[in-house]
């Protein structure tokens, strides 16, 4: 009897012991992630889609953002704990072949922004920009242009794409 008195008691503390503020509801604003489309070089308007993208970052252990998609357009995350993301984008990939790959390195500096109690922090990036390295002579990205240098959300698109 003492036993269920104790639980019963437990349990109400903590039902009553939760707030509306404790708990990050769905559709609070979190750390946005990096629009991307990829449009037709020889006309720029056009959307043009990648064959077999892989993207992997650029690190010891690689983590793959995006396996062998054909798409015309991406959202990836870049890295809140440093001002540099620097990333393989393999078109063609697969299994038996490395497929032809490109390094694009985006830069930006991290703002933490304070949602509130139950979500904490999310970090939009400024001054963002984003290279080319064209060390060899088969890249398949042609150019990249930079539409927005603030990433706070994703409602519209950040960098396009030409290849």
Not at 58 to 68: F, G, S
Not at 143 to 157: F, Y
Request: aromatic letters at 8%.
């Amino acid at each position: 009897m003492i036993k269920k008195s104790i639980i019963s008691f437990v349990l109400i503390f903590m039902i009553s012991g939760c707030t509306s503020d404790d708990i990050c509801e769905e559709g609070s604003p979190t750390t946005p992630l990096l629009i991307i489309t990829f449009k037709d070089f020889i006309n720029p308007e056009v959307s043009k889609e990648v064959t077999s993208l892989t993207i992997k970052t650029d690190e010891e252990n690689p983590v793959v953002l995006l396996h062998q998609a054909t798409t015309d357009s991406i959202a990836i995350p870049l890295n809140t704990n440093t001002s540099v993301t620097k990333l393989f984008f393999i078109k063609n990939d697969n299994e038996e072949d490395t497929g032809n790959y490109d390094v694009v390195t985006f830069t930006y500096q991290t703002q933490p922004e304070y949602i509130n109690r139950a979500c904490g922090y999310k970090v939009n990036y400024n001054n963002l920009d984003a290279q080319l390295e064209t060390e060899n002579t088969t890249n398949w990205i042609q150019q990249i242009n930079l539409l927005q240098t603030t990433v706070k959300d994703e409602t519209s698109t950040h960098i396009s794409i030409l290849h």
